[in-house]
T-cell receptor
């Protein structure tokens, strides 16, 4: 069964204190792994897509990496404005009608204190 | 571009009432989806569509109907609302173009309370 687990559920950091969020996944075949940011009361906002083990992508203070079993979202020297819930999702391989299936984790709520 | 729009923003229903949550996108995306988000459970797929006239069930389809008569619109119907359907509902769309970054664009959500 396709499954996505994120840890920790919540993370409190001081401004400038780097850390990593984890996304473990079980999927029959991975078409893509996606990271999103969600602010309170809003819809998720796309950050990264990763397709194969060893791939890395960066955006400002965020860097996403992918292995065969998990993905990490590294946050370097975070600022208070990075506070949000970060969601991970996988899109399994399959036929055309499965192309639009995404399985989401429950998210990591990040709080960065000044 | 307005992106993905959803109406209403907030709705209160009584048990047994029916309603339609509206979703529209102006990006000419082939794929559209409906999710519900509940505390501690993440986003769960309700129904999805890979094109006009084609819909499929996701993880939690019971109690919901969808149709896709145009590329732009993907309404979600609650036939007989139940308190268990109290949730935040998100609509999303994505493109299937070759070489296009595969991602979903989400609407702002509809908060539904069923009494």
């Amino acid at each position: 069964e396709d499954q996505v687990t994120q840890s920790p559920e919540a993370l409190r950091l001081q401004e400038g204190e780097s850390s990593s969020l984890n996304c473990s996944y079980t999927v029959s075949g991975l078409r893509g792994l996606f990271w999103y940011r969600q602010d309170p009361g809003k819809g998720p906002e796309f950050l990264f897509t990763l397709y194969s083990a060893g791939e890395e992508k960066e955006k400002e203070r965020l860097k996403a990496t992918l292995t065969k079993k998990e993905s990490f979202l590294h946050i370097t020297a975070p600022k208070p404005e990075d506070s949000a819930t970060y969601l991970c999702a996988v899109r399994p391989k399959g036929g055309l009608r499965n192309f639009n299936k995404f399985y989401f984790g429950s998210g990591t709520k990040l709080n960065v204190k000044p | 571009n307005a992106g993905v729009t959803q109406t209403p923003k907030f709705q209160v229903l009584k048990t047994g009432q029916s309603m339609t949550l509206q979703c529209a996108q102006d990006m000419n995306h082939e794929y559209m989806s409906w999710y519900r988000q509940d505390p501690g459970m993440g986003l769960r797929l309700i129904h999805y569509s890979v094109g006009a006239g084609i819909t499929d069930q996701g993880e939690v389809p019971n109690g919901y109907n969808v149709s896709r008569s145009t590329t732009e619109d993907f309404p979600l119907r609650l036939l007989s609302a139940a308190p268990s359907q109290t949730s935040v509902y998100f609509c999303a769309s994505s493109s299937a173009g070759v070489g296009v970054e595969e991602t979903q664009y989400f609407g702002p959500g509809t908060r539904l309370l069923v009494l």
